[in-house]
């Protein structure tokens, strides 16, 4: 199966409706962060010089009913002063409503035209037949740039797909590129560092990466679960009762396969997870109760960083420690620091890892940051994404 990409399709003089990923932080109708925006404008920008009409959707938040603060208002305002051109958008009560249809059928050639938040339309998550009609009706053809949602079987990515001639945009196209090659054919020695809060959001990834790479480096939070069903004695960290035994499960795969499975030697820890608090370095297992540990301590760090130099690819999903306060940052922006400065080739997925890359002013030296947060970890678990098939084939 092959992604079918832009050059697929033809978008003079056509309207092209494109699946985009805008769901960016807004708080008090106020956009936090517009990577999301950005990371699609270039795909956007293709189409316009392509002579194409744009009609552009996305989903904003959970909203389960029309409410005034998933609106895409700011979106529309941000993507204009992005794309230099007007973006034309209208309130409304979802996608498919009545108003919208007849704002959108005014949409003169060349123009940009962003529909109201997907999930308004609570057909939007079943799939519903109904509204991938109603909004194939709108174009001609379609473009799913939305990597961030491929995961998801919605309307808007996988239903509408399979009514327009579709292709993937940039964006996408990129990140299944890097993604399959990485899971498929990656330049060895592959290195990876699992971090983050919860080994159940990523044991399938260390399971899938334990049949690609010679060293698996787990940091952050779920390290105590590892540690603690290795025997240590972790405190009051963060730990999975429940997956103990999946961890062992875990070690004793790695070591059947020749894996190295590498664990912090000693972490950061503190009483509360608070700005300002005491601190204290202590092995990894032997954190004494009331402590929880919050980060990498110095010698995991050097470790870890000692472990990746021979990388020629890293794949790196989660942070460290509580990277978002400091002291807690010391070894996420440690790593960070080193993950930039190798040679390999080096791939950062994950919604907090990839705000940690860019604490630390490393991104521009990462050489792919993947945009997903969920749809990059159901990727290189090795699923099919539905948003991905509709336009493979
Ligand atoms: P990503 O979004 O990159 O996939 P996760 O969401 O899995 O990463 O994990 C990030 C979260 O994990 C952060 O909020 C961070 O504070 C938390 N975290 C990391 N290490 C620890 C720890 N030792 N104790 C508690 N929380 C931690
Ligand atoms: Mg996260």
């Known amino acids: 199966m092959t992604l079918r990409t832009l050059e ?10 494109v699946r985009a990923d805008f769901n960016v932080p807004l708080k008090d109708g106020v956009i936090g962060d517009d990577s999301r925006i950005r990371a699609t404008v270039p795909t956007l920008r293709k189409l316009l010089d392509g002579g194409a009409t744009l009609i552009l959707m996305s989903h904003l938040g959970r909203p389960k009913a029309p409410e005034d603060k998933s609106r895409l208002g700011p979106v529309a305002e941000r993507l204009s002063e992005l794309l230099g051109q007007d973006v034309r958008y209208l309130p409304t009560s979802g996608p498919a409503a009545d108003e919208q249809a007849a704002f959108v059928a005014e949409a003169g050639p060349g123009s940009v035209t962003l529909l109201e938040n997907t999930r308004f339309d609570s057909r939007e998550t079943k799939n519903d037949p109904a509204l991938a009609k109603k909004l194939a009706e709108y174009a001609d053809v379609f473009v799913n740039d939305a990597f961030g949602a491929a995961h998801r079987a919605h309307a808007s990515t996988e239903g509408v797909a399979r009514l327009l001639p579709s292709a993937a945009g940039l964006l996408l196209a990129r990140e299944n590129e890097v993604l399959s090659k990485l899971l498929a054919n990656p330049e060895k020695p592959l290195k990876v560092m699992i971090g983050g809060a919860k ?24 390290a105590y679960t590892f540690l603690k069903a290795r025997g240590g004695r972790v405190g009051g960290s963060l730990v999975e009762d429940d997956k103990l035994d999946l961890a062992r499960d875990l070690m004793e795969k790695a070591e059947a396969k020749g894996v190295t499975l590498h664990l912090p030697e000693d972490s950061v820890c503190a009483q509360a997870i608070e700005a300002g608090v005491q601190t204290e370095i202590f092995p990894s297992d032997e954190i004494p109760d009331g402590w929880l540990g919050l980060d ?12 990746l130099q021979d990388a020629r690819t890293v794949l790196w999903n989660g942070p460290l420690g509580v ?22 080739y080096t791939v950062v997925g994950g919604g907090d890892s990839v705000a940690a890359v860019n604490a630390a002013g490393v991104a521009e030296r990462i050489d792919h940051i993947s945009t997903g947060g969920g749809a990059s970890l159901e990727f290189l678990e090795g699923k099919t994404l539905p948003g991905i098939a509709a336009l493979s084939g």
């Open 8 to 17: 697929t399709l033809e978008v003079e003089g056509k309207r092209v409706l």
């Open 199 to 222: 080994v159940s959001d990523k044991i399938s990834v260390i399971e899938t990466m334990l049949d690609l790479a010679s060293d698996v480096l787990i940091g952050g939070a779920m």
């Open 296 to 307: 990498a301590g110095p010698e995991a760090v050097k470790h870890y960083q000692a472990v």
């Open 323 to 344: 990277f978002e306060m400091p002291p807690f940052d010391t070894g996420t922006r440690g790593v960070a620091e080193t993950v930039a400065g190798l040679e390999a």
